[in-house]
Each structure stands twice: as C-alpha cells, then as structure tokens.
C-alpha cells in the first residue's frame, strides 16, 4: 500500500474508524442499550469535524479522491438535548464541509424512523436535508421499511466505480518521417468509501426499532471491501464514538440512571401514597367529627322535643288545676249560702 494511503488510513484509525471487514461496530452497536433524550446536532457536529480532518488529510497527502464518503444519520425524532450547537451553527458547518468536499465525494443520507405522527421532527430534517446542499437527501419511512431502504444503500455501493482514462504515446517511424500514435488505456478501480453511521438511541429506541437498525448496519457491512473504512457515532443526551466507547460502562451508567429513577419514581409513589393516606384519614376524622356534631344536634333536639312535652304537660296539668279549682268555689259559696242564709256576706265569702 502507497505510504501516503498508510497515512491517510492512521488518520481515520485515530478518530475511530475501522476497516469494514474488521470492525467491532455490529457487536458493539447490539450490545448498546436505548435511553435517554436526543442530541442530533451535537452528534452531526462530531462526525462532521471527524470528516473535515480526514478530508484535509487526503488534500495534504494529494490523494483528493481516495474516499468517497457516505454520512447515514438514523433518528426517530426531534433533537431535544444538544449542547454543542445551534440550528444556525449546524448551517454554517454544513457550508463548510459543502466547500471542502466536492457533493460527488459526499452523500448524506437523514432517515427519520416512524415520524409519520411527528411533525417537528419531521420539518427539523427536512431543514438539514436542505442545508446539506445537493449531496444531501431525506428518506422517511417506517422501521419496517429499513432493510429494504438499506438493500437499496447497499445496490449504490456496489455500483459505484471509478473510470480512469490515459493515454500512451507511441512513436512509429515509418518512411521516412515519424508518425506519432496516442493509445487510450483504461483502468478501472473499484471506489473505496468512508461511511459513518450517527445513530439515535434515545429510549424510543429501544426494541425492535433498535434490533432493525442494528441489523441494516450490519447487512451493509457486510458489502464492504477490506480497503472501506466505518465508523458510527450515538447519540442520546451525548454523543460518542462507537469504536471508542466501553459498551459495558455504557450500560451499567444507564442501569444505574435507571435503578436511580426507579427508587426516585418509587419514593415520590410512596410519598404521594402517604399523602393520599393522610387526606383519608383526614376525611375520615372530618366524617366522624360531622357524625358527632349531627349525633348531638339530634340528642339536643330531642332533649328540647322531651323538655317541650313536659312543659306542654306542666302547662295542661296546671290549667287544669285551676279548672278544678274555678268549678269547686261556686259550689262552696251556694252551700255555706244555703246552710245559714243568715250569715253575713263576710262569712259567705270565706
């Protein structure tokens, strides 16, 4: 292998590509797990400036068209947490890498996952697809749609060939005079690429989605030469270069995100459960308080019901006593009357 071609290749093994045929990128991508939010631009930006160094690598060592180079962005929905960079910054990138690499050299490729009921992240790629000038194209499709888009990714690859034409001059003396003869020849040369996967594994991801994905990864690999060179590039809340990344740290920091959200979630459960627990008893004592206060306005009524049916009796007994007493004293004056009619009328009176 040409010594300038070695350099290139250090150049993109030192930012974390590897040769297609070698790669730990499918072991590594199945074994990554979905979580978190969604970085896009962030991760656009890494795996642009990771294309920009290798591009001017090929300038310096005038190996301009060594690499074809071909970015798949994958995501199923809207950028919620980059950091790095703005839409307006991701523009002004997206010029630049247009004015360092030729569109022939470079095709980019966003395809949104199952956005049909997502509007927002639909219009965000739609914008990016339009920034990226003309080597850039948006696909939207389903998740069971991605091995057949990824069979037609795989159908270009193949296709593509570079033609180089020279010529050899031939002289001929003949006669007397020289006759000078230039004859075409051909050499064809099987296009070396440079793909780079960025890759969604927001939680939205996780299951099959994420099973389909890594599988059209794989079944692209798999049509690669030994001179192609990958690389892939996830994201979620960050961004991280695959080939660099320790899958096992990766995962035990989302396992103890998880664990960690499920005894925060469990506690406010728990507290929240408390607090329903206290507004019942708290129902409960008002219930029990509003049955004593009832309880005792019926013994209060019925005590005033009782004390009016003794006053109503005291009442009848005593006009009745003096009924009695009103109808005796006549009969009392006529028989003292009619006993000594000669008494006088003081002692009818007594």
């Known amino acids: 292998m040409d010594a300038k071609i070695v350099q290139c290749v250090g150049m993109s093994l030192l930012l974390g590509f590897e040769p297609a045929q070698k790669t730990s990128l499918p072991v590594k991508l199945e074994n990554i797990t979905c979580d978190g939010g969604t970085a896009m631009r962030d991760a656009i930006l890494v ?3 990771m294309m920009l160094k290798i591009r001017q690598a090929h300038i310096e060592m005038e190996l ?9 962005i994958i995501t199923d929905g809207e950028d919620n947490s980059s950091k790095q960079i703005t839409k307006q910054g991701l523009q002004n990138l997206m010029s630049k890498i247009g004015n360092s690499i030729p569109p022939q050299l470079l095709k980019t490729m966003y395809i949104g996952v199952d956005l049909d009921d997502n509007d927002e992240a639909r219009e965000e790629l739609e914008e990016l ?3 990226g000038g003309e080597g850039a194209e948006l696909k939207c499709i389903s998740a069971d749609e991605m091995g057949q888009l990824f069979q037609g990714i795989i159908f270009q690859l193949k296709q593509r060939i570079q033609i180089q034409t020279a010529f050899i001059q031939q002289n001929n003396q003949q006669m007397g005079f020289l006759q000078m003869q230039r004859t ?5 040369q099987r296009q070396r690429y440079l793909i780079l996967f960025t890759l969604d594994v927001s939680g939205s991801m996780e299951g099959q989605r994420w099973n389909k994905v890594t599988k059209a990864v794989r079944q692209i690999l798999g049509s690669l030469g030994n001179d192609d060179m990958v690389c892939g590039i996830v994201f979620n809340n960050n961004c991280h270069v695959v080939q660099k990344l320790n899958t096992l ?10 664990q960690q959200e499920a005894a925060k979630k469990k506690a406010e459960e728990e507290a929240k459960k408390q607090q329903q627990l206290k507004q019942q008893q708290q129902q409960q004592q008002q219930q029990q308080l509003q049955q004593l206060r009832e309880q005792q306005q019926r013994q209060m009524l019925v005590g005033l019901m009782l004390l ?7 009442s009848v007994q005593e006009d009745s006593d003096d009924d009695d007493t009103s109808s005796h004293q006549p009969s009392s004056i006529k028989y003292q009357t009619n006993r000594d009619p000669s008494q006088s009328e003081a002692c009818v009176i007594q």
């Open 64 to 72: 301009p068209n060594l690499w074809q180079f071909v970015h798949l």
């Open 308 to 314: 009016d049916q003794q006053l109503s009796r005291l």
């Open 184 to 188: 075409p020849e051909i050499h064809i």
């Open 47 to 49: 795996g642009t400036n």
């Open 249 to 258: 740290s990766w995962n035990k920091e989302i396992y103890d995100r998880r």
């Open 129 to 131: 697809a339009e920034i």
